[in-house]
């Protein structure tokens, strides 16, 4: 609930999103949307509402910069049974178990939640900020083509109906520069905050090897000028050096996933300042348990995860941004199981809980910054505990620098026990406006 008086949280250890260690006790005034003060100082303002924190940790509200709201069903049930009205309803879910597990922001990358965030933001539902780059763009036979192969390509003989993943608001299936402008500036019209385009391969698509390259130099420069134009950036769903390199040269701004880089690869991502969003379950044996994977892959995917074992390692040697993805997806209930498995898994992936909460915090912040001014966000910085940023805020019972379990995290995915409150996390606060507080 939202409170008329600036809220002072007291006696609290910071960590604001940057650092390696807690502050010493101080004291967080909000006042509005915004941090107003932090001091070792007390408040003797009498029309301040107090939040006891007890020693207690402050600390940004987490941020998810890959996630589908949308894709709430497992992908061949979305394909055979759901309908629009289905997706929505099942997302209103997903935002409130999202920022109800502290994620307080979060980057769509492929759906139309475009009237959920309306939704949140008039106060009717609960739930995360969302920065959205509405349906993906895929080329045909490409990681977002989910149509059935007995059809022909509709673009081919004129656009007699569209493929389910079109139909629900999910993917555009398009080819050809004239086909991409459309796509791209049908998603900015809609209120897309960046644009993402398939640039590879995948594990859950039907017809594309990983290993693939989709579109062609031509057709990215279309995706990105376009997308230029409105001052944001495209980001790519991709996975191989060449690939990545086509991307790097067409002007992307951001890779997701990107697992299969070489030693080249990475200096040249870190050369250009170029943001990383990697899963660490992807890489992990769990990712085998889902049914989203197509089984015929499961044997390369396995070789592969062998062969690069060293990205975590060679990222951070390099001094690539790595921002936090989850890549979320399928039934309310499995996602919220994959955040909290992420966040363990990222622990043990990366060596070091400091990085991972910089990955979710602030670097993620910068992130979401890159939309410029398709960023709805400006009056302040996201994913940092400073004066004059968002007071996007959690107050945990406990250290999460060195336990992770204190903000949900857990060993297990599939076999997680049943999902329930993380009783650690105190108070979610989204821009001054208290979700929840049992300080």
């Not at 045909?140 to 139909?167: A, I, K, M, W, Y």
């Not at 870190?270 to 044996?285: F, K, L």
């Not at 398709?374 to 004066?387: A, M, Q």
Request: charged share 25%; aromatic share 8%; proline share 5%.
């Amino acid at each position: 609930m939202e409170s008329s008086k600036p809220i002072l949280f007291s006696d609290v250890r910071i960590f604001d999103g940057r650092g390696d260690s807690l502050s010493e006790p101080q004291n967080v005034l909000v006042r509005g949307e915004l941090i107003d003060t932090i001091s070792c100082g007390s408040f003797t303002d009498q029309h301040i509402d107090v939040i006891e924190g007890c020693g207690r940790t402050l600390m940004p509200g987490l941020i998810d910069t890959h996630v589908h709201l949308d894709i709430n069903r497992d992908i061949h049930d979305i394909v055979l049974h759901a309908d629009r009205s289905d997706l929505a309803i099942r997302s209103t879910v997903v935002a409130r178990d999202m920022i109800m597990d502290g994620w307080t922001s979060v980057r769509d990358v492929g759906g139309s939640p475009f009237g959920l965030r309306r939704s949140i933001e008039s106060g009717l539902v609960v739930g995360p900020r969302i920065f959205a780059s509405g349906p993906f763009i895929s080329q045909t036979s490409g990681h977002g083509d989910f149509g059935c192969v007995c059809r022909p390509n509709l673009h081919l003989h004129g656009r007699q109906g569209l493929d389910q993943f079109e139909q629900l608001g999910l993917a555009h299936i398009v080819d050809g520069r004239d086909q991409i402008l459309a796509a791209v500036r049908q998603n900015l019209r809609s209120g897309a905050n960046l644009i993402k385009v398939m640039g590879g391969g995948g594990g859950a698509s039907p017809y594309d090897p990983i290993d693939t390259t989709q579109y062609t130099i031509e057709e990215w420069k279309a995706a990105v000028d376009a997308t230029e134009d409105w001052g944001t950036y495209v980001t790519s769903h991709i996975f191989t050096p060449r690939a990545i390199k086509r991307a790097i040269e067409s002007g992307v701004k951001c890779l997701e996933h990107a697992f299969f880089m070489d030693e080249e690869t990475i200096k040249l991502v870190s050369d250009r300042g170029i943001y990383v969003v990697p899963q660490a379950w992807a890489m992990s044996s769990e990712l085998f348990s889902s049914p989203n994977l197509d089984v015929e892959k499961h044997e390369a995917i396995k070789a592969l995860q062998n062969e690069y074992s060293y990205l975590p390692k060679m990222l951070l040697d390099y001094g690539v941004k790595v921002g936090y993805g989850s890549d979320t997806l399928g039934p309310p209930e499995v996602s919220q199981k994959c955040r909290r498995y992420e966040l363990f898994c990222r622990a043990k992936w990366f060596g070091s809980i400091p990085e991972v909460l910089k990955q979710a915090t602030s670097v993620s912040g910068e992130i979401l910054a890159l939309s410029g001014p398709r960023n709805p966000y400006r009056n302040g910085s996201l994913g940092v505990v400073e004066e004059g940023a968002y007071a996007d805020l959690l107050l945990i019972d406990g250290n999460p620098l060195e336990d992770l379990s204190v903000l949900g995290a857990n060993s297990k995915w599939w076999n997680a026990n049943a999902p329930k409150d993380i009783e650690t996390m105190c108070v979610i606060m989204k821009g001054g406006s208290t979700v929840k507080n049992t300080a």
